[in-house]
């Protein structure tokens, strides 16, 4: 069977960088920098991208590159009793594009209302009640069990959403992922950044930015920052569940692994400033508008996106449909290029584990996940499912996958070292024993801490944690615990199976040496 390679190493970049950049970096980045010190952030932030992000971004390409396969794949050549790892990221991965979908068509409807601001004075009434349909007219709102009303233009949305994410997978790696994502990235880049131009101009901004930027010390000592800064770096990144270790697989043997981790890391780090400029020029603004104080005008995540951001357009004083319009449709096309990644997963595997062609794959898996997607979020009750799901999975599914994956690779297997050999022998910037370090060490001990505290969190009530949450447990420890139970049982199910011959178009023309299906027997 022979797969794919990247057209160029540019479009493996672009789509990495498109994977990585989502609607996090936008309205999760600013805010956490924010609480957790200002411009002081910043300094924790990029140790814990130098010690953390841009050391597993390697891991993750290396081991793609090297087994030449989609998550299980990856892992099974690597040790056989590792492929449960590999069905844990799909897993991880299925979870997270039923709902990521969701908010991309909530993206996408917003765009088209921002250009006559049809969400009105009342931007939180106007998502709750009448887009949603979450709040009842009696002011109750649903279960998470209860579907409640329908919302059919959101389904109509979602349909097109889903249908597009279907057909650029479909057309292949290189004809569709590749190209799509060189449409993508530099079309969300010139959009974002012309909305950022505009925020700045606007009266308050200069202060918004100092407060986003003034650095406060005196939060460098406490470990909660720090913790929040390798939060944030490895959440932002798309690593730990399968991403790019599927778009790796896809790169030729030549490739520089080392500069493509830098790469996509800065690039990431760096989007995520830019919105935090843009997003605290506007946090000025209205600060200004409404003589509060700025700290009472920060908020992440959807209440920032949905609810805050509509209610800035409308008191902007020209062009506001514009700028609506480039916030929703930068929100839009950030997470298309993300869910397509999140897609690839499920579908590279299928594809790859079972010698099923793309097309069949793409079909089967995508058309399966986008009716769930449909079904679950067009309802009522969307907003509290995607809450829990979105925590759980992310705090008890990615953060506890990845670390589970770095012991796997560095310490199980032992096979750091050919992994480093393999990365220096084609990267210009060779990496070292402090590699080792960061990944093998501070890495699974930083992501250990955060994994323990998100438990003592969710069982004694933090504030940190939301009560929805915490009513809805059953639900999300169901979903985190049902990921690895699916990859434990496949792993199983799959454990006499042996992997197909998966010769890439490089090897076929004969410019490298065939992998085939060769496993680790260990």
């Given at each position: 069977m022979i797969r794919e390679n990247w057209g160029t190493r540019v479009g493996f970049i672009l789509a990495a960088i498109g994977s990585a950049v989502g609607l996090g970096n936008i309205w999760r980045f600013p805010g956490v920098a924010y609480e957790n010190g200002g411009g002081a952030f910043l300094l924790p932030y990029l140790v814990a991208l130098l010690t953390a992000g841009i050391p597993l971004l390697i891991m993750e390409f290396t081991l793609g590159r090297r087994y030449k396969g989609s998550a299980p794949v990856a892992f099974r050549r690597l040790n056989k009793n590792a492929e449960f790892i590999g069905w844990w990221q799909v897993a991880i991965s299925v979870i997270i594009a039923v709902y990521y979908a969701a908010v991309i068509g909530w993206a996408a409807w917003f765009t088209f209302y921002a250009i006559g601001q049809t969400w009105g004075g009342d931007p939180e009434s106007f998502l709750l009640s009448d887009f949603l349909g979450y709040v009842q007219g009696d002011g109750s709102v649903p279960g998470i069990g209860e579907f409640g009303d329908w919302q059919l233009g959101l389904t109509a949305v979602m349909i097109g959403v889903w249908a597009l994410a279907l057909l650029i997978i479909a057309g292949g790696v290189r004809k569709g992922i590749e190209v799509a994502n060189k449409i993508f990235i530099p079309l969300l880049v010139l959009m974002f950044g012309v909305l950022v131009v505009q925020a700045m101009t606007l009266d308050g901004a200069i202060d918004g930015l100092g407060a986003f930027f003034t650095p406060q010390w005196d939060t460098i000592g406490n470990a909660q920052v720090w913790v929040a800064a390798y939060g944030q770096i490895f959440f932002s990144l798309s690593i730990g569940f399968g991403i790019m270790v599927t778009y790796a697989s896809y790169l030729k043997r030549k490739s520089d692994i080392t500069t493509s981790a830098v790469t996509v890391g800065l690039s990431n780090s760096s989007f995520e400033l830019l919105a935090g400029i843009g997003v605290f020029s506007v946090v000025g603004y209205m600060a200004l508008q409404s003589g509060t104080p700025i700290d009472e005008q920060?908020?992440?995540?959807?209440?920032?996106?949905?609810?805050?951001?509509?209610?800035?357009?409308?008191?902007?004083?020209?062009?506001?449909?514009?700028?609506?319009?480039?916030?929703?449709?930068?929100?839009?096309?950030?997470?298309?290029?993300?869910?397509?990644?999140?897609?690839?997963?499920?579908?590279?595997?299928?594809?790859?584990?079972?010698?099923?062609?793309?097309?069949?794959?793409?079909?089967?898996?995508?058309?399966?996940?986008?009716?769930?997607?449909?079904?679950?979020?067009?309802?009522?009750?969307?907003?509290?499912?995607?809450?829990?799901?979105?925590?759980?999975?992310?705090?008890?599914?990615?953060?506890?996958?990845?670390?589970?994956?770095?012991?796997?690779?560095?310490?199980?297997?032992?096979?750091?070292?050919?992994?480093?050999?393999?990365?220096?022998?084609?990267?210009?910037?060779?990496?070292?024993?402090?590699?080792?370090?960061?990944?093998?060490?501070?890495?699974?001990?930083?992501?250990?801490?955060?994994?323990?505290?998100?438990?003592?969190?969710?069982?004694?009530?933090?504030?940190?944690?939301?009560?929805?949450?915490?009513?809805?447990?059953?639900?999300?420890?169901?979903?985190?615990?049902?990921?690895?139970?699916?990859?434990?049982?496949?792993?199983?199910?799959?454990?006499?199976?042996?992997?197909?011959?998966?010769?890439?178009?490089?090897?076929?023309?004969?410019?490298?040496?065939?992998?085939?299906?060769?496993?680790?027997?260990?």
């Amino acid at each position: 069977m022979i797969r794919e390679n990247w057209g160029t190493r540019v479009g493996f970049i672009l789509a990495a960088i498109g994977s990585a950049v989502g609607l996090g970096n936008i309205w999760r980045f600013p805010g956490v920098a924010y609480e957790n010190g200002g411009g002081a952030f910043l300094l924790p932030y990029l140790v814990a991208l130098l010690t953390a992000g841009i050391p597993l971004l390697i891991m993750e390409f290396t081991l793609g590159r090297r087994y030449k396969g989609s998550a299980p794949v990856a892992f099974r050549r690597l040790n056989k009793n590792a492929e449960f790892i590999g069905w844990w990221q799909v897993a991880i991965s299925v979870i997270i594009a039923v709902y990521y979908a969701a908010v991309i068509g909530w993206a996408a409807w917003f765009t088209f209302y921002a250009i006559g601001q049809t969400w009105g004075g009342d931007p939180e009434s106007f998502l709750l009640s009448d887009f949603l349909g979450y709040v009842q007219g009696d002011g109750s709102v649903p279960g998470i069990g209860e579907f409640g009303d329908w919302q059919l233009g959101l389904t109509a949305v979602m349909i097109g959403v889903w249908a597009l994410a279907l057909l650029i997978i479909a057309g292949g790696v290189r004809k569709g992922i590749e190209v799509a994502n060189k449409i993508f990235i530099p079309l969300l880049v010139l959009m974002f950044g012309v909305l950022v131009v505009q925020a700045m101009t606007l009266d308050g901004a200069i202060d918004g930015l100092g407060a986003f930027f003034t650095p406060q010390w005196d939060t460098i000592g406490n470990a909660q920052v720090w913790v929040a800064a390798y939060g944030q770096i490895f959440f932002s990144l798309s690593i730990g569940f399968g991403i790019m270790v599927t778009y790796a697989s896809y790169l030729k043997r030549k490739s520089d692994i080392t500069t493509s981790a830098v790469t996509v890391g800065l690039s990431n780090s760096s989007f995520e400033l830019l919105a935090g400029i843009g997003v605290f020029s506007v946090v000025g603004y209205m600060a200004l508008q409404s003589g509060t104080p700025i700290d009472e005008q920060v908020s992440t995540g959807v209440g920032l996106a949905f609810i805050a951001f509509p209610a800035i357009i409308n008191t902007l004083p020209y062009a506001a449909g514009l700028f609506g319009v480039l916030f929703f449709a930068s929100l839009t096309i950030a997470g298309m290029s993300s869910l397509i990644s999140i897609v690839q997963v499920p579908v590279a595997a299928v594809e790859d584990r079972f010698g099923i062609g793309r097309g069949v794959a793409t079909a089967f898996i995508g058309g399966g996940l986008a009716v769930v997607s449909i079904g679950l979020f067009s309802s009522a009750n969307g907003l509290i499912v995607l809450d829990v799901s979105d925590f759980f999975i992310n705090q008890f599914g990615i953060a506890v996958a990845a670390p589970v994956s770095i012991v796997a690779v560095v310490w199980l297997a032992w096979k750091w070292k050919e992994l480093r050999q393999d990365a220096n022998r084609t990267s210009i910037y060779k990496i070292g024993p402090i590699w080792l370090i960061c990944l093998g060490l501070i890495t699974p001990l930083i992501l250990g801490y955060m994994m323990v505290q998100n438990i003592v969190d969710v069982f004694t009530g933090s504030e940190e944690v939301a009560a929805d949450y915490l009513d809805n447990q059953t639900y999300g420890w169901s979903v985190a615990g049902g990921a690895l139970a699916f990859g434990v049982v496949m792993a199983l199910l799959l454990r006499r199976k042996s992997v197909p011959d998966l010769v890439d178009e490089e090897e076929a023309e004969g410019e490298a040496t065939p992998t085939g299906g060769k496993e680790e027997s260990r």
